[in-house]
């Protein structure tokens, strides 16, 4: 599959006749499985081999089953069951050669997966996407899209299978994260408002001034920062790590580049794809259930290292 040859963007409608559980949009919670795992990856950027390599890594580990299982051709598929949840916490596309694998495998292990148990947060690159104008990426996947691929992404977040945030038990899972309290439930709601006025814009003569307007008047869920893109006063899809101070309420975060998911008070940064790509293996997800959170980080060697990391006080 080529860039040009995909014809959608992120189409998660699931195989199943099942439509989503009520309020499984924003959360663990209203799922009918009883307290399943969390598996989350973000930033994977195009790397189709260390995504594989990543998301393999939970059933490598003694500790836990496989999420997903290759078949014959080398193609992932879900193996979780309705006792996983698996959040690509943003960026699928954009710097590495892979993208519309990246976005097929997605779309796959979403359609494969029981309603409600795949779950993508709106990264930057996304937002890239639908927002074209604002940033010139022309040389990269998100800005070759076309105007029907944005009416789809569009779609999906009207639909909730793209979200701002998502909430696991502890922790609330965005791509870049915000410094004060918030529902993930109302961005969602606001996320969605967005893209539907955007998508009956998409197209026609006033797409690049609603694009304008639409980031200034979402901006908790769509803006940028001061002075363009990751500075303080970003929305929940560009804001730095750095900005999120150990107060700040309890996420799991990527967008940040990091050499191992690092720990910073009530935040996690898990975006380790790229920082790695250097090395002999270096993929990593996170693993959050109802007791505990621990990264599984594979080594250059090809083992995976298991590293449990803190709950927050009062979760």
């Not at 998100?142 to 038990?169: F, K, N, P, T």
């Not at 790229?274 to 959170?293: H, I, M, P, W």
Request: aromatic fraction near 6%.
């Amino acid at each position: 599959m080529t860039d040009e040859s995909l014809a959608a963007m992120l189409d998660l409608t699931p195989d199943s006749d099942g439509s989503m559980p009520r309020g499984a949009r924003d959360g663990v919670g209203a799922l009918d499985a009883s307290s399943p795992r969390i598996v989350s990856i973000s930033d994977i950027h195009g790397y189709l081999d260390a995504a594989r390599s990543a998301l393999a890594a939970v059933g490598d580990h003694p500790d836990f089953d496989p999420l997903v299982e290759a078949d014959g051709d080398g193609r992932l598929h879900w193996a979780g069951g309705d006792e996983s949840v698996l959040v690509f916490n943003g960026d699928l596309v954009d710097r590495g050669p892979d993208n519309a694998a990246v976005v097929d495998l997605v779309e796959r292990l979403a359609r494969e997966a029981p309603p409600g148990h795949v779950r993508v947060t709106l990264g930057n690159h996304e937002w890239g996407v639908l927002f074209q104008d604002l940033v010139g990426w022309d040389s990269w996947f998100s800005g070759r899209r076309s105007d029907e691929d944005r009416r789809r992404l569009c779609e999906a977040i009207a639909d909730g299978r793209v979200v701002a945030a998502y909430d696991g038990y502890a922790f609330t899972y965005a791509h870049a994260g915000r410094v004060s309290d918030y529902d993930a439930a109302r961005l969602n709601d606001r996320l969605v408002e967005a893209a539907t006025e955007l998508r009956e814009a998409v197209g026609t003569d006033d797409d690049a001034a609603t694009q304008k307007r639409l980031v200034d008047e979402y901006r908790e869920v769509l803006g940028i920062g001061r002075g363009g893109g990751r500075a303080f006063g970003a929305g929940i899809a560009w804001l730095d790590f750095q900005f999120l101070n150990e107060s700040a309420p309890p996420q799991i975060v990527g967008h940040t580049r990091q050499q191992q998911a690092v720990q910073k008070g009530n935040v996690v940064c898990e975006n380790v794809i790229r920082a790695n790509l250097e090395d002999s293996g270096g993929e990593g997800v996170l693993v959050e259930t109802d007791e505990e959170v621990v990264a599984l980080e594979r080594r250059g060697n090809g083992s995976v290292r298991k590293r449990k990391l803190e709950i927050p006080d009062g979760e």
